[in-house]
């Protein structure tokens, strides 16, 4: 049987193909660019346990060395892990779990049963890859495969499977392996307090408040050792609020201790360790790490900030499923190992781990940037995939957050907030004010965040801290994102409808966003109208807002739309993150830098005196005075 059609079909069926294709190109853009079921592209979440089925064959052997982490004070170890399997498949898939054990012993009552059975597994792993990368597997069935493994608290086995991910086939599993130590104190995190002069450390162990006391020991050149004091908080499964973080994706966050290094003198270089006293009378140590204060506010001196969003974590064991979902995470990292003592602050803003519910995710990440955290200030924001669940009080009702609604993120970082569950908060340093917003909380006229914001951009003195920066996760202001120009908007809804105004009157100097994964920069802009013809240097009389998207640090990119609005000045499809350097009161100096090489590829200079912040502007200061 045979069918033909004429000329007028065939164009009737090429326009039905294109609709049906932007129609669910524009569905899918519609949920932000990301899926609404909550798992997104998170590589566990491809897999089944629920469905996974036991084959154990005797003839698969599987032997992980060494058998005993850290015994020279490692966090992380390279462990080998041999593998035989005469009966070899392409199709075969080894994964880590952590805690080893991790058999139907260890289900929630909470997971799902059947009438027929109860699963078989009922946790997920804390990374897997597939066997199809080891040609030698293929080939032979025989390979040593190097994996990179992480101080979780917990020891850890290798488990072959064939079959899909969504039914996977439990073949063998290895020995366990195990820090000396899994409880050690791991992966310090510094942010700022709540006064200038002084420095906060978050860190991450095993022990509870029942089994040893929490410190700091800290110091510096010239002035005696102290110690300070940790509080201690953790949260349970039942502070979860869905699949998968109450239930496949769970595992147990472990102790978060936080202690207060408060008086600092500013500028100084300080060494510290983290300290936990076992009641038995020995202490167990870190290894010891160094911060330099913070300025004075106003100060008079070079300060170097980086800014970006949307990183997320990769796996530097070559587990591709991993950077395949973040695959620019691991270089925007190293670029800043490497320019470390260049930096004096980071703000990562909004979608930080993109664990989406899977918790082994958060120890993974803070292990990748303890270099960069312990060493600077490490601020973070709240975006969609940290804080979005339906009924819980998120202002998207999506479900990107994976069951965690939040919790992770406020529990694990210090932020200097007022209320650690509503995620907004000033921060000073030096000449810079930086008003951070949480986009996942409604910020429109009249709310709660909206008189947080007026009153950060309204407080700060210009005349010793110049620079004024917004921060928030989701776009506010401008973007030519793709499904941004699909709805007409190019913002997040009712965004700089109910904060332009604001940014104008208090003349704030560039607002940063994240959320879409890419690098646009616009021209100093008020009601969608540049302001300034200039491109790469912004002097005098202050005119609007700089509008910049840095959400390309690491996640999956964005493409921009066809339509490239006159405001728009710069953008890249790439990955990379800003850095701003303020060398006096007057002179800023922006740079984006290419995450795979560090290399500037977009800069601008704001040269401002204080008396041309002081000039008034379209709605840039009241129309009536009490003199008028």
């Known amino acids: 049987m045979s069918f033909s059609f004429d000329s007028q079909q065939i164009n009737m069926c090429r326009v039905l193909f294109l609709l049906l294709c932007f129609i669910g190109l524009l569905s899918s853009n519609l949920c932000c660019g990301h899926a609404s079921n909550g798992r997104g592209d998170q590589p566990l979440a491809q897999i089944n346990i629920y469905k996974a089925s036991l084959a154990l064959d005797t003839s698969v052997h599987i032997h992980a060395s060494p058998q005993v982490l850290g015994l020279k004070g490692e966090d992380t170890e390279w462990v080998d892990v041999a593998i035989s399997n005469p009966k070899h498949s392409s199709n075969d898939w080894i994964a880590v779990f952590s805690p080893a054990k991790f058999d139907s012993t260890t289900c929630w009552p909470w997971q799902p049963q059947t009438k027929e059975k109860s699963p078989y597994l009922c946790s997920s792993p804390i990374k897997y890859t597939y066997m199809r990368n080891y040609p030698e597997y293929t080939k032979s069935g025989n390979v040593i495969v ?92 039942n502070s979860m609020c869905g699949e998968p973080a109450r239930g496949v994706g769970w595992r147990d966050p472990g102790f978060f201790h936080t202690s207060f290094l408060k008086e600092l003198w500013p500028n100084r270089e300080y060494t510290y360790r983290l300290g936990h006293d076992l009641f038995n009378g020995s202490t167990i140590w870190s290894k010891n790490y160094t911060f330099v204060s913070s300025p004075f506010p106003g100060q008079d001196s070079l300060q170097r900030v980086i800014i970006f969003g949307d990183m997320g974590k990769g796996e530097r064991d070559g587990s591709n499923e991993y950077n395949d979902y973040q695959p620019g995470s691991l270089n925007t990292t190293d670029q800043l190992i490497k320019d470390l003592k260049n930096i004096d602050i980071v703000f990562h803003i909004g979608d930080i781990t993109y664990s989406n519910g899977y918790l082994s995710q958060w120890d993974q990440f803070t292990a990748q940037v303890e270099p960069v955290a312990s060493k600077v200030p490490y601020m973070i924001a709240s975006g969609n995939h940290e804080r979005d669940w339906p009924d819980t009080g998120s202002f998207y009702a999506g479900q990107d957050s994976g069951g965690e609604c939040g919790v992770p993120a406020e529990t694990m970082f210090y932020f200097p907030a007022e209320n650690r569950a509503k995620f907004w908060y000033a921060a000073d340093y030096g000449m810079f004010r930086f008003c951070v917003a949480d986009s996942e909380h409604d910020w429109r006229e009249g709310t709660e965040q909206y008189k947080f914001i007026e009153h950060c951009l309204a407080t700060v003195d210009r005349k010793t801290q110049p620079w004024l920066i917004f921060i928030a996760h989701r776009v506010l202001g401008y973007s030519s994102n793709d499904w941004y120009g699909k709805e007409g908007t190019f913002e997040e809804p009712m965004g700089r409808e109910s904060l332009q105004k604001m940014w104008q009157k208090y003349k704030v100097d560039i607002a940063f966003y994240g959320h879409v994964h890419n690098y646009e920069r616009t021209c100093p802009i008020y009601q969608s109208q540049c302001v300034n013809n200039d491109k790469d240097h912004y002097s005098g009389t202050f ?76 709605d840039s200061c009241e129309p009536t005075t009490s003199a008028s």
């Open 146 to 237: 190097k994996l990179q493994i992480i101080n979780q608290r917990a020891d850890v086995s290798f488990a072959l499977f064939s079959g899909s991910l969504d039914q996977p086939v439990l073949l063998g599993v290895s020995n366990p392996v195990a820090f000396v130590n899994p409880k050690a104190p791991v992966y310090p995190r510094l942010a700022l307090g709540k006064s200038w002069d002084e420095m906060t450390v978050t860190w991450t162990s095993g022990y509870n408040i029942n089994e040893a006391v929490p410190f700091i020991e800290w110091s510096s050149k010239g002035l005696p050792a102290r110690r300070s004091p940790a509080g201690t908080i953790t949260f349970n499964r």
């Open 543 to 618: 005119q609007g807002t700089i509008h910049v998207v840095v959400g390309g640090a690491g996640s999956h990119l964005s493409p921009f739309s066809s339509l490239t609005p006159k405001w728009s000045l710069v953008q890249d499809y790439d990955y990379g993150f800003v850095k701003l350097t303020a060398s006096d009161h007057s002179n800023l100096l922006f740079e984006y830098k290419k995450s795979r090489n560090g290399q500037v590829h977009d800069s601008f200079k704001i040269s401002r005196d204080y008396k041309d912040v002081l000039a008034c502007t379209h």
